[in-house]
């Protein structure tokens, strides 16, 4: 997606250890117009795909899921939990999942009341690098019986590989930037 890609190279900066700060606008701050602009994209794509639930990840997939969902008939968002809460009653379908930001294991946690079996779920993501995140959500709807019909991502890192293993097996991955390489001296970024 151009205006994405454009936005990256306005307002990202490149980190040491594989790291890109898009903080500005997708992750910290958040822009609402272009998280609209995002659905848009994700509902062309998989148009044809009968989506009953779109399930992300705490915290930073949050909003862009739930501006999604606009697009795709308003069906319900779920985010899976990193931390047990009060909140959380019931039986629930857990995993872990090790976090890319902050750096340790967590655990990865939804009610089972929603998420159910016949659910066809999209994975909404705000990146992509090794895919471990990825790898929790499509664990909890293979316990729960729900099929993934696709994942949508904003920003992949292509170099870290996960995307691919995940195409590899078959997986829908729409990734509306993908970024093949990043360079945190020179600040440049190519685009696949
Ligand atoms: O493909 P992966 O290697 O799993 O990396 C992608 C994940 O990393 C980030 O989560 P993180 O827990 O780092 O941060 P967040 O709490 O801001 O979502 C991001 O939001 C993805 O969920
Ligand atoms: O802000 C972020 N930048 C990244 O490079 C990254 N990789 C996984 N998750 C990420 N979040």
Redesign the pocket.
Known sequence: MKELEERIRQDGTVKPGNVLKVDAFL?HQCDVSLFDQMGAAWAEHFAGKRITKILT?????IGIACMAARHFGNVPVVFAK?AQSINLDGDQYTTT??????QKE?PVIVSKKYLEAGDRVLLI????????????LIALCEAAGASVEGIGIAVEKGF?G?GDKLREEGYDVDSLAIVESMDPETGRIEFR
Not at 57 to 61: L, W
Not at 97 to 102: G, N, P
Request: charged share 25%.
């Open positions: 992750n990840i705490e915290a930073s997939g990193k999942v090790y976090s890319f930001t902050k967590f993501d705000d990146f992509l690098a090794n895919g471990k995140a990825l790898r929790g870290q996960g």
